[in-house]
């Protein structure tokens, strides 16, 4: 086996027991949670008498002792049975499932901005060590830290849907016009500026700092002085050969970040109507969707470990020094 | 005395960061003696509608005619209290994992490290909403959530501090003098290892601020306080025709959460000296 192969079949393997650890989590949370399962669908099909309830209780297993129930619970788990979403009327993993593609674009889309613009930003701040563009950058960092991600969404939409009108405020796509996959890409694009600017803009701040920071260390090595020594220029030097070496402690942070970009396109998703995990969420939420609720938790966070292992595998790409074993 | 007289001449070189104490304790004040300078219950419907800021609604109504300076003011109470109390309990739960897993290392700290691990790799703001969805909201679940997904960077952060500490010659002499490992944790390591852990959880008051802002603005806040969140959400409902409705409670939630971050940096030039940023 490769050594590369290798590697991915062993970071896979570490998924089972993080599946597992959040399997337990879910299954306490839903134990320590007033009320259960049945209770729920009791509830939501209008009241109903003590021995239907039962009877409910009987048919999902609630009545049995807690570690055979877990048991169960982990069994079902295993044949990808996320549990069935009563208010829906739909397996979980189904519901969950369709949504991915829209959060993971939006991820994408937001992370690309935030990495090109961080790092450019980054070098000019760093190129310019304490000049106005270095002044100025730092004080809009400290800002955007400080900006509830949701609010500057709305605050975009007042601005560019409202006002100027020039990008819609929801939704992903144009309903109902027929139109070529090329329209159709540049439709789905024109709704997804503002989501992945309110999305990514905090990242852009964070990565021009980091990127600062790392460029100004690389600066201190020998071989900056080598490359000044050759007579080459400045820009030169910053761009093309510190640049590079200062480009892996950002793309590590933006990998140890994913989880916190996943928490943040909720409330974005939120905010501009945009058909992924987030709105799911919010849905789940308004009908009390319990069993949906904690299936988006589970494979979300599936989902950030798979996605950290794809950021690991990148690294390769970027140094070919590092190999994985 | 001279400690705390030392401590403020280093903080005050740092402008912005008495500046952002200004402010802070603006909004403290604000949160203590506001609903009590302007008396109106912001739960009240006290004039039409969606009114602009004018001289009897200072900051005018929202969408069910309630006033929205009040809002700011009760609201400035649940951000700060909600804020400062999450930061305080995962302070110090981040603070017993820490020490016990950096002190005593092995399977102890590895059994402890990889719950922390597992902490962090799940989105916690997915987690937060869950745990608030669960046992419904009210300033106390809503504090324990965001609490019970701050801890695990505070541990890391602490469990380091242990580490580079536990081996040192003054450790080994406490141990050598027959101290406790209680002892030798809390009188002589941890006073070693306070000061980022100090500015690590005063930049978390902003964060739990702002991630409570999140979570009502998704509905998921105590129905019987208002706060911040929750105003930008009603606002939202009226955004094209009356954008300031939630432009007013986010510009307060950015100025709180800037002067806090500002406090934070000003007291990590202060505390941790050697650790000047360039």
């Not at chain 2, 609903?35 to 900051?59: C, E, K, N, W, Y």
Request: charged share 15%; glycine share 8%; aromatic share 8%.
């Amino acid at each position: 086996m490769s050594p590369t192969l290798a590697f991915l079949t062993r970071r896979l393997l570490q998924l089972v027991p993080v599946v597992l650890a959040i399997a337990a989590l879910n299954f306490a949370l839903l134990h320590l949670a007033p009320g259960d399962a049945a209770d729920i669908v009791a509830a939501s099909s209008g009241g109903a008498s003590a021995e239907f309830t039962a009877e409910l209780r009987a048919s999902f297993g609630l009545d049995r002792p807690l570690h055979e129930q877990f048991v169960l619970f982990i069994g079902r788990l295993l044949t990808l049975d996320l549990g069935w979403s009563h208010i829906q009327q739909a397996p979980v993993l189904e519901l969950v499932a369709e949504r991915i593609p829209a959060t993971l674009l939006l991820m994408v889309a937001a992370i690309t901005v935030a990495l090109a613009a961080g790092m450019l930003l980054g070098i000019l701040a760093a190129m310019r060590h304490r000049g106005w563009i270095d002044g100025i950058l730092s004080v809009v960092a400290l800002v955007v830290y400080a900006t509830p991600q949701f609010w500057l969404g709305l605050m975009l939409i007042v601005l560019f849907s409202v006002t100027l009108g020039v990008l819609p405020s929801g939704g992903m796509m144009t309903i109902a016009t027929e139109m070529g996959w090329a329209a159709r890409a540049a439709d789905i694009g024109r709704h997804l500026v503002l989501p992945s600017l309110t999305l990514g803009l905090f990242y852009v701040a964070l990565y021009t700092r980091l990127m600062r920071a790392s460029m100004l260390e690389v600066f201190t090595l020998d071989f900056i002085t080598t490359a000044r020594a050759k007579g080459l220029s400045e820009t030169r030097i910053g761009f093309v050969h510190a640049a590079r070496n200062a480009l892996l402690p950002v793309v590590t942070l933006a990998g140890v970040q994913i989880g916190h970009i996943l928490g943040g396109s909720i409330l974005v998703e939120t905010v501009f109507g945009w058909p992924g995990l987030g709105r799911l969420v919010f849905d789940a939420l308004l009908q009390r969707d319990l069993p949906l609720l904690l299936g988006i938790l589970l494979v979300s966070s599936v989902v950030v470990v798979l996605v950290n292992l794809v950021v690991d595998l990148l690294y390769g790409l970027l140094d070919p020094r590092i190999v994985h074993r | 005395m001279m400690g705390l007289l030392v401590f403020w001449r280093r903080f005050r070189r740092n402008r912005a960061a008495v500046a952002g104490l200004a402010v802070l304790l603006l909004v403290v004040a604000a949160a203590i003696i506001g609903p009590v300078l302007h008396p109106i219950d912001p739960f009240d419907m006290i004039g039409r509608p969606t009114q602009l800021p004018s001289a009897r609604f200072l900051l005018g109504t929202d969408v069910s005619g309630r006033d929205i300076l009040a809002g700011l003011l009760h609201g400035a109470r649940v951000s700060l209290v909600v804020g400062i109390v999450a930061s305080l309990v995962a302070t110090a739960f981040g603070l017993l994992v820490g020490a016990v897993a950096g002190y005593y290392g092995g399977a102890v700290d590895n059994v402890l490290m990889r719950c922390t691990d597992f902490f962090l790799t799940i989105p916690s703001f997915v987690l937060a909403i869950v745990i608030v969805a669960i046992f419904q909201p009210s300033i106390v679940t809503v504090t324990s959530a965001i609490a019970a997904v701050s801890w695990p960077s505070v541990a890391r952060l602490v469990r380091g501090e242990f580490i580079a500490q536990r081996d040192r010659d003054y450790v080994r002499a406490c141990r050598a003098l027959g101290m406790k490992d209680r002892e030798i944790i809390l009188r002589q390591i941890l006073p070693n290892a306070l000061p980022p852990v100090i500015v690590v959880s005063s930049l978390m008051v902003a964060t739990a601020i702002l991630t409570e802002s999140g979570l009502s603005f998704l509905g998921l806040s105590d129905p019987d306080v208002i706060s911040w969140g929750y105003q930008i959400g009603v606002g939202r409902t009226v955004l094209r025709v009356a954008w300031w409705m939630s432009a007013i409670p986010g510009i307060t939630i950015l100025v709180t959460v800037l002067a806090i971050n500002l406090v934070g940096e000003g007291l990590n030039d202060a505390l941790n000296p050697r650790l000047q940023q360039r």
